[in-house]
């Protein structure tokens, strides 16, 4: 990351947040990345070390669908749909769609541009494995509740849910990123979500900080009577 990048971040963040419009400085952060005047600080060569370790040991249904939230250029898309499940990945910004297809123009994911906030109601309940990493910190503090239960609503019964985000022990005040409280982790599981585990791991970086990984499932239907 270079040391113009946070001021890029924040810059288009507080532009978007001025305006009422918690998602809004993705587009312009995309598109100023495609031009070549600046960086997506999250972007990288290979797939979430921690969706890497926890994915190759889950146990999915035959035919599990999958989505993957704020998939940016794909990358994390990617290796899931390489693990033989059925995936659809969907950001908020146009730019980034355009370039995970064109990073991967033969891919087996569906990318859709889509809105955590107002997701498209086919989605409802249609996924077996949702995967949310480093998205909800990237919105604020006031959107926040009304980004999970978004998420909460992309799981079908039966349904795993794994969440991927940085550590703060008291509510940020600046971003972004802010970072999730454990109380932001646990809200997760209201009405129905059941934590099954929550861990802290070190990032992969020489920051020498950590991140939740916390992984959640939704009960299935009870069988009819």
């Known amino acids: 990351m270079t040391d113009a990048q946070p001021s890029a971040d924040r810059r288009l963040a507080a532009q978007a947040l001025a305006a009422n419009d918690p998602t809004g400085w993705f587009e312009p952060l995309y598109a100023e990345a495609a031009a070549g005047t600046s960086v997506v600080p999250w972007d990288r060569d290979v797939p979430n070390p921690l969706l890497v370790d926890w994915l190759r040991t889950a146990t999915l249904p035959q035919g599990a669908r999958a989505v993957?939230?704020?998939?940016?250029?794909?990358?994390?898309?990617?290796?899931?749909?390489?693990?033989?499940?059925?995936?659809?990945?969907?950001?908020?910004?146009?730019?980034?769609?355009?370039?995970?297809?064109?990073?991967?123009?033969?891919?087996?994911?569906?990318?859709?541009?889509?809105?955590?906030?107002?997701?498209?109601?086919?989605?409802?309940?249609?996924?077996?494995?949702?995967?949310?990493?480093?998205?909800?910190?990237?919105?604020?503090?006031?959107?926040?509740?009304?980004?999970?239960?978004?998420?909460?609503?992309?799981?079908?019964?039966?349904?795993?849910?794994?969440?991927?985000?940085?550590?703060?022990?008291?509510?940020?005040?600046t971003g972004p990123p802010w970072p999730l409280t454990r109380a932001d982790i646990d809200s997760f599981t209201a009405p129905d979500l059941t934590l099954v585990r929550v861990e802290t791991i070190s990032r992969a970086d020489a920051s020498g900080l950590h991140r939740w990984r916390a992984e959640f499932h939704r009960p299935p239907q009870p069988a009819a009577g």
């Open 68 to 173: 993957v939230i704020g998939c940016g250029y794909g990358i994390d898309a990617e290796f899931v749909a390489s693990q033989g499940i059925r995936t659809t990945a969907f950001d908020v910004s146009p730019t980034a769609i355009r370039g995970a297809r064109a990073r991967f123009p033969h891919s087996p994911v569906t990318y859709k541009v889509a809105d955590l906030l107002h997701p498209p109601p086919t989605w409802r309940h249609a996924f077996d494995l949702v995967i949310e990493s480093i998205t909800v910190q990237s919105l604020p503090l006031d959107v926040r509740t009304h980004a999970i239960t978004g998420i909460r609503d992309l799981l079908a019964p039966d349904a795993t849910l794994l969440v991927i985000a940085d550590i703060s022990q008291t509510p940020a005040t």
